[in-house]
């Protein structure tokens, strides 16, 4: 890096690439007062390099990945590439290359992430990825960075934007599933096949990479696949508001002794809970460290700005060598005095929200459930916050599937209590 420019090629001009393009350009004079020397783009990478481009004289697009791997005193390369499959042969190229790389791919990095990691040390190089699971949210600096001698116990996360913008139109415009997914569209959240968000695959690459990013290794899935949206409905929506919750599609990593357990579905959360008010295409990420306590980070998710700025973050930290480096393997499971002192972390009871048609709740009696609170659409649906053990659920679940049974687990915050909710009644 003596040169008296940064060299830095673009491999995708979609929303991202675009969006970190013209960020590079926009703010150049401060990068460059940051950084002691401008950064220059040489190359831009796309498929169709006949369609037109809004870029300067001095950037050639070009189709060749040859173009960019030959390129002289190259720094840094941005990778913005819509999979890991379109990805992994240039990522691995370039890092072979000893070509650092800032990727804003969240499968890419789920799925290869250890491999790449790997690649780039043998290489004397870099894989920087901020832009992968939370947009403009500096989530991983901030942990990595900010919170590197806490213990982290667990993090809880609106990780994806689309599923709550559909969630968020469900409640308030009491509309269905469908019709908020198509609203979503044409604003542009969801894409035309939106599997990956509403399925929870997106949130579910995210939790990866976090778990990897934390922990130093794969969390432990409490189901075989995450959960998505599709099947929560307006009704269930309205039955949790009539208990001052709402219904968000959260992710969950718990620290559990020398593992990490996890988990992505739909969740009741109360008011008390920071997620509670995490709204519309926003993110949001609710951490608990053992010496600083709760710390909650919320911003856009996704969206060419907001994740470019992420991009561009990682760039200016790499060149001007202020990222942080990998913690040691297993780190965060070395004792941490703070951690059994600290009330903060005990457990909350182990409370769901069960809806079904009315004949649940002679069930939920028989059965011997402890039902805390009931909410009831008269003729439609039935609701009960109860306290159970997973066994007595999935037998429930066993034996009630006619009545389609949704289950969803519930956040409570740090000053919500059962009590707070719990008044004795004849089931209904």
């Known amino acids: 890096m003596s040169h008296p420019v940064y060299k830095l090629a673009i491999i995708g001009f979609g929303t991202v690439g675009e969006g970190v393009y013209q ?25 169709d390099q006949l369609r037109m481009r809004n870029v300067s004289s001095i950037t050639k697009i070009t189709h060749s990945f040859s173009d960019i791997l030959d390129e002289s005193n190259l720094d840094v390369v941005v990778e913005a590439t819509p999979d890991a499959s379109t990805a992994y042969p240039y990522v691995t190229k370039l890092l072979e290359k000893s070509i650092s790389v800032i990727s804003a791919n969240k499968e890419l990095i789920a799925k290869h992430g250890e491999e790449l990691h790997k690649l780039a040390k043998e290489n004397d190089c870099q894989l920087l990825y901020e832009a992968a699971v939370a947009g ?60 990956k968000d509403v399925d929870g695959w997106d949130a579910y ?68 809970h920071p997620l509670y008010s995490v709204e519309d295409v926003n993110n949001g990420i609710y951490i608990e460290g053992s010496i600083v306590g709760p710390v909650t980070l919320q911003g856009p998710g996704a969206g060419k700005y907001p994740t470019s700025s992420a991009v561009v973050e990682d760039v200016v930290n790499f060149l001007s060598e202020r990222n942080e480096p990998s913690l040691p393997k297993g780190i965060q499971f070395l004792k941490d005095g703070f951690e059994d002192s600290d009330s903060s972390f005990q457990e909350k009871p182990n409370l769901f929200f069960l809806t079904a048609p009315n004949g649940l709740s002679n069930h939920l009696t028989t059965m011997g459930f402890d039902v805390i609170k009931s909410v009831v659409q008269l003729g439609k649906k ?47």
């Not at 960020?23 to 498929?47: D, N, Q, Y």
């Not at 969803?408 to 209904?428: H, R, T």
């Open 23 to 47: 960020t590079l350009l926009k703010k150049s004079e401060k990068i460059a007062a940051i950084l002691g020397r401008p950064i220059t783009i040489p190359f831009v990478l796309v498929k």
């Open 136 to 195: 403009g949210i500096p989530l991983l600096n901030t942990l990595r960075h900010t919170l590197k001698t806490n213990s982290i116990q667990k993090l809880e996360g609106i990780l994806n934007g689309t599923s709550n913008f559909i969630l968020t139109k469900m409640r308030e415009e009491a509309s269905s599933f469908e019709v908020a997914l198509a609203e979503a569209q044409e604003n542009g959240y969801a894409e035309a096949i939106p599997d």
């Open 205 to 272: 690459y995210k939790t990866c990479i976090l778990s990897q990013w934390i922990f130093g290794c794969s969390p432990v899935w409490n189901s075989e696949k995450p959960v998505g949206i599709r099947e929560v409905d307006a009704i269930d929506i309205s039955l949790a508001e009539n208990l001052k919750a709402r219904i968000k599609h959260v992710a969950s990593l718990q620290k559990v002794e020398n593992c990490v357990r996890a988990s992505i579905q739909p969740t009741l959360v109360f008011e008390g």
């Open 382 to 428: 039935y609701g009960a916050l109860v306290t159970s053990g997973s066994t007595k659920l999935e037998r429930i679940k066993t034996l009630c599937n006619e009545l389609e049974i949704q289950v969803y687990p519930v956040l409570l915050g740090k000053n919500d209590s059962v009590e707070k909710y719990y008044f004795k009644e004849k089931a209904i």
